[in-house]
């Protein structure tokens, strides 16, 4: 568990909100959700704790630390192919933080699908830009890679016969078991 220098435990917090909201009995599902550093820090709660949601959906991160294996956890990453702070794949340049090689976004989804149990092809599809690929997995849980072709580190908006960041979110959580 990483600190800051204030004694303040960002993972604590988010998990502790996380678990106050799931003790209400009309709560079914927790979904962690983040962009950028968010999505690394929704990566650092679900692998610091992965029984206390049910998905994490990222958009534009990858893990700051390799993440231990522990339950399976549905996974949306929402990535862009030319992101100058992600690295897509072996073909990008490699992207260090504090001297931590950071995975590719396609070497995270591997691994997570690993983590999971996934088997067999993806469902994949392409509208505009958009190419997603979905995977079954253990215990019902899915692993969705959503990539935008030419996508950089922004938010992806869409237009043009691409649906944006928020719609592909919607679709993902709408077909939640």
Request: aromatic share 6%; with cysteine.
């Amino acid at each position: 568990m990483q600190r800051r220098p204030a004694g303040i435990d960002d993972v604590a917090f988010v998990a502790a909100v996380v678990r106050r909201i799931a003790a209400d009995p009309e709560v079914t599902r927790a979904y962690l959700a983040g962009y950028s550093n968010g999505g690394k820090m929704a990566y650092r709660v679900a692998c610091a704790d992965p029984g206390l949601v049910t998905t994490v959906i990222v958009v534009r991160a990858v893990p700051g630390a390799d993440c231990p294996p522990g339950p399976p956890v549905s996974l949306l990453q929402l990535a862009g192919t030319r992101d100058e702070r992600v690295a897509y794949d072996a073909a990008s340049a490699p992207h260090v933080v504090n001297g931590y090689r950071e995975a590719t976004v396609t070497g995270q989804i591997a691994a997570w699908r690993r983590r999971d149990g996934c088997s067999g092809v993806p469902v994949a599809a392409t509208a505009g830009a958009l190419r997603t690929q979905a995977w079954t997995c253990a215990g019902g849980t899915r692993v969705e890679l959503a990539t935008f072709a030419g996508g950089d580190h922004g938010w992806p908006g869409g237009g043009a016969g691409t649906p944006s960041a928020a719609q592909v979110i919607w679709v993902f959580v709408r077909a939640a078991p």
